[in-house]
């Protein structure tokens, strides 16, 4: 069978957005390597993106310990005065795998996440805040760990149904905590999770949902037909590093990946996961185990998946991927780095997934940058990226076409 090219047309040049200046700051190999090194101040240079049903861009991102949200409803070229939405100045999480979420469902209702960062050492709280009138106000901000404990609450994601119920999941060391007071051994961490009902309005006690996960790649959310499903990078027997996906309301805990990745430390390198109408689910992820090393693609149906898909060329480091699904079309993006400057990598699938278009380059910058956010609607494809050098910078695609090719 021959291979499909996905034919893309661009609306233009990106859309640059001014930003400040951010100075590099590279993601650490492993917490242990850092317990006794001074921090210098992160940069917040990690933003949230977007699209309500209405194809409205909407952004939230941070700037001098305020977590701003603004939207655009020309792909990013004008945004509206940004709404503040802590009104006392928090050290907000913003760099590498932590990035504050953005949601919007139908009725209009704008709901927020992120990791407020603690003085203590990796210590922090998942706030959360929404909006009822379409942004214009938003609720003062909440705490949604309620343990009380001064520990790390860290690595947060959100999802929505668009009809009221809302999951939010992140990394809690709680349970770590408790066990070494009482002198008793648990590795990693714990997924803990807040639900609410009613579009963020009030949530349920946390509930703790898995033990024994990596504690510092991102968890990642997806929304499917059968209610919502994590990923993570999990602890399997004493230190393989692997990848796990689950339904948080049918529980269960299967296996996504199997690349026997054996250290003993956090690879701050976590994963994505999509979901299409098909009831397909959609991943990709990074590993550098003994069956294979790189950044890879897989499709889980039921039962069944595919074969894990090398994605990017491995001299340049692939790295931090996302998907994201609308109808047919898959998109995944991710950064590599030549040696001098960092590009913004793309590919698409008309098929859901079956097939794939040869990689695109997209954009480059030189100097510190964010991971590419993809967004889509199944009207338009932007890609967000923010970068210190040019700024923020949205990439809009008109149409993902596919044609046959000999």
Request: glycine share 8%.
């Amino acid at each position: 069978m021959c291979p499909r090219a996905i034919g893309l047309f661009f609306l233009g040049a990106a859309a640059i957005v001014p930003t400040i200046s951010f100075a590099d700051h590279p993601d650490p190999a492993s917490e242990k390597s850092l317990e006794n090194v001074v921090r210098p101040p992160k940069p917040t240079i990690a933003v949230g993106a977007t699209l309500d049903q209405n194809g409205r861009l909407w952004l939230a991102r941070v700037e001098n310990q305020r977590l701003l949200v603004s939207w655009s409803d020309d792909n990013g070229i004008n945004f509206s005065v940004p709404v503040v939405i802590t009104p006392e100045p928090e050290n907000i999480s913003a760099d590498g795998e932590s990035r504050p979420k953005i949601a919007v469902a139908r009725d209009g209702t704008v709901l927020l996440t992120w990791v407020q960062s603690l003085p203590q050492k990796y210590a922090g709280n998942v706030r959360f805040a929404h909006s009822k009138d379409s942004g214009r106000t938003f609720t003062q901000p909440m705490t949604l760990n309620d343990d009380g404990r001064i520990t790390s609450h860290r690595f947060d994601s959100l999802a929505i149904d668009g009809e009221g119920r809302v999951i939010v999941a992140w990394l809690d060391r709680r349970d770590r905590d408790a066990a070494n007071e009482r002198n008793e051994e648990f590795s990693g961490v714990s997924i803990y999770t807040a639900q609410s009902f009613d579009n963020g309005a009030t949530f349920r006690a946390n509930r703790k949902f898995q033990e024994h996960t990596c504690e510092c790649c991102r968890t990642s959310l997806a929304w499917t037909r059968e209610g919502p499903v994590v990923l993570w990078r999990h602890i399997f027997g004493t230190n393989t590093r692997d990848f796990a996906v689950a339904n948080l309301d049918k529980g269960g805990v299967r296996r996504a990946t199997d690349d026997d990745w054996r250290i003993d430390a956090c690879p701050h390198n976590g994963a994505s996961i999509a979901a299409d109408r098909q009831g397909q689910i959609h991943l990709v992820w990074f590993t550098n185990g003994t069956a294979r090393q790189g950044l890879f693609y897989k499709r889980i149906s039921g039962d069944w998946e595919s074969k894990p898909m090398p994605v990017g060329n491995p001299a340049a480091q692939p790295n931090h991927a996302a998907v994201a699904t609308a109808d047919r079309t898959v998109l995944l993006t991710w950064r590599e780095f030549d040696g001098q400057s960092y590009s913004v990598q793309m590919m698409s699938s008309h098929d859901g997934g079956a097939s794939w278009s040869e990689p695109l380059r997209l954009m480059e910058s030189a100097g510190t940058t964010d991971y590419p956010v993809p967004l889509m609607d199944g009207k338009k494809v932007l890609i967000v990226w923010n970068t210190a050098k040019e700024g923020l910078r949205i990439l809009p695609i008109e149409r993902v076409t596919a044609r046959r090719s000999s």
